[in-house]
């Protein structure tokens, strides 16, 4: 009778699958807990492919409803500049795949047939053959009211009848009615 015993160290290999496991938990977490919407887009189709649970909430969409649509999809039909939304879309898509990082102010479709003002930053990653578009969405919303209360204040301020003056901390005057009416 003859034993034949083979051992092999697996302490290695162990080692890079918890290493492995660890990383893929950090980066989930990552994607699943960001504040900022993400949407992962196919390159080739431009189809959204997942999204993290910040998309689910700011769209008002389940999962389900976003995943396979075309961002134009859920965007109207035009923009705020009247471009068309399918158009626009379809041109920053393939720039993302041609240039590493693309920026753009953009208006989404809420389940609540309400609109919403975005900036969305594409960032194509190089993942399997032909990579994935990573889309993360950052709500302007609030920012663009306060835009708009500071113009309208400005606008107040320029057009009113009284003599204002407003200056900065140097004593700069900052207002130009002031200036127009006052030499």
């Not at 053959?129 to 309208?152: C, F, P, T, V, W």
Request: aromatic share 8%; proline share 3%; charged share 25%.
């Amino acid at each position: 009778v003859m034993i034949f015993c083979s051992a092999r160290d697996i302490t290695e290999r162990k080692k890079v699958q918890k290493q492995l496991t660890d990383s893929e938990t950090k980066f989930r977490s990552l994607y699943e807990l960001a504040n900022d919407s993400i949407l992962l887009i196919d390159p080739v189709t431009y189809r959204i492919i997942d999204c993290n649970p910040a998309a689910v909430k700011l769209l008002g969409y389940d999962i389900n409803s976003i995943i396979g649509k075309m961002p134009a999809d859920i965007s109207p039909a035009l923009q705020a500049d009247g471009s068309i939304s399918e158009a626009l879309s379809e041109y920053y898509l393939t720039k993302s795949n041609e240039q590493p990082f693309v920026r753009y102010d953009w208006l989404l479709n809420k389940s609540s047939t309400n609109m919403i003002n975005v900036e969305i930053s594409l960032n194509k990653i190089n993942m399997n053959s032909h990579g994935i578009i990573q889309a993360i969405i950052r709500d302007l919303s609030e920012k663009k009211k306060h835009e708009d209360e500071i113009r309208m204040l400005y606008n107040s301020i320029e057009q009113g009848p009284a003599s204002i003056v407003i200056t900065d901390t140097d004593g700069t005057i900052a207002s130009y009615a002031w200036v127009k009416i006052n030499g």
